[in-house]
């Protein structure tokens, strides 16, 4: 299978890419690379969808990345909702045919014109994502799924229109796979939040484990610590359960969407062989088989 990139009657194929200077000025390279350094796992999935659907799947990516990098790369909240601003005029620009002159936008536009993508999920990313620059923690596991549903289930749900799936049952188990992401990202992302003294694990399930914001912040592995990361994990996995129960009626054209549940499914394994101690440090580590198990998972087109 190629995984080469076209351009203007062009291949590039992401080695080169990364080192010749002249291409990376193209706006579909910049969605190449851009992916590649900040969301590897999307990245990797997003090789091994159909040459068709690969580019906008890259450009998609790279709209995601672009608005959740925010959060963390600004100073003030008000820095970071003139840039979701930005964001929401580029968006409306593109459904006008008059993209700015910036890489992702002209992926996007081409996406846009290609598949018919839907103007309502992207704004309802950014809506989200802009929400989140509260900077503060989940209020209940509802208030968790309802991120993730917005942000990670509609960045699929446009994924799939890429692909050219229209189904009922694809979308559900879309809505489930994207909280499951949503949630075990919140997860994979604690260490790190807590060394920067940041906690969004959902409230009300720390207050049932008394488990302390400063409990995170300090690193421990109590376990009143590991019952939070257990329950917390245990609905990703249920979410896993109920999206899977639909691949019986999800047409195969379909499945290259979910292929990161590939992804989850190691992490909430990995969690649970290490009793659900989030700061294990092997936790920590890239799984380097998770290209290969992609793969596979791809070529027996299931999720």
């Known amino acids: 299978m190629c995984y080469c990139i076209q351009c203007f009657h062009c291949e590039v194929s992401p080695p080169l890419a990364l080192h010749l200077t002249c291409f990376n000025k193209l706006p579909c390279v910049h969605c190449l690379v851009f992916p ?34 925010v959060k963390n790369s600004v100073s003030q909240k008000t820095i970071g909702l003139m840039r979701m601003q930005f964001w929401k005029t580029t968006v409306e620009e593109i459904y006008r045919d008059d993209p700015p002159v910036q890489p ?18 992207m704004l309802r990313i950014i809506s989200e994502r802009e929400k ?56 994979r992302a604690t260490p790190y939040n807590s ?7 959902p409230m009300d399930i720390c207050m049932l484990h008394r488990a302390s914001q400063e409990d995170f912040i300090r690193g421990s592995r109590e376990q009143n610590v590991r019952d939070v990361v257990y329950d917390i994990a ?54 380097p088989l998770i290209p290969i198990q992609l793969y596979i998972r791809s070529w027996k087109k299931t999720y």
């Open 195 to 201: 060394s920067r003294r940041k906690v969004y694990l």
């Open 234 to 287: 245990s609905q990703a996995h249920v979410h896993l359960q109920h999206a899977r129960s639909f691949s019986k009626n999800i047409p195969a054209s379909a499945f290259p969407a979910f292929l990161q549940t590939v992804v989850l499914e190691d992490y909430l394994q990995r969690v649970r062989q290490v009793d659900f101690d989030v700061f294990h440090p092997s936790l920590q580590k890239r799984n």
């Open 104 to 121: 992702v936008s002209a992926e996007l536009w081409r996406a846009v014109k290609k598949h018919y993508l839907t103007k309502r999920w």
């Open 36 to 69: 590649r350094s900040r969301d590897y796992d999307g990245f990797v999935s997003s090789l091994l969808l159909p040459e068709d659907a690969r580019r906008s799947s890259l450009a998609l990516r790279a709209f995601n990345v672009e608005l959740a990098q």
């Open 132 to 187: 989140d620059l509260e900077d503060r923690a989940y209020r209940n596991l509802q208030e968790m799924e309802a991120y993730s549903e917005n942000t990670q289930s509609s960045l699929l749900y446009l994924l799939l229109e890429s692909l050219g799936v229209k189904d009922v049952h694809a979308d559900h188990a879309a809505s489930h796979i994207g909280k499951a992401q949503g949630i075990v990202t919140c997860l």
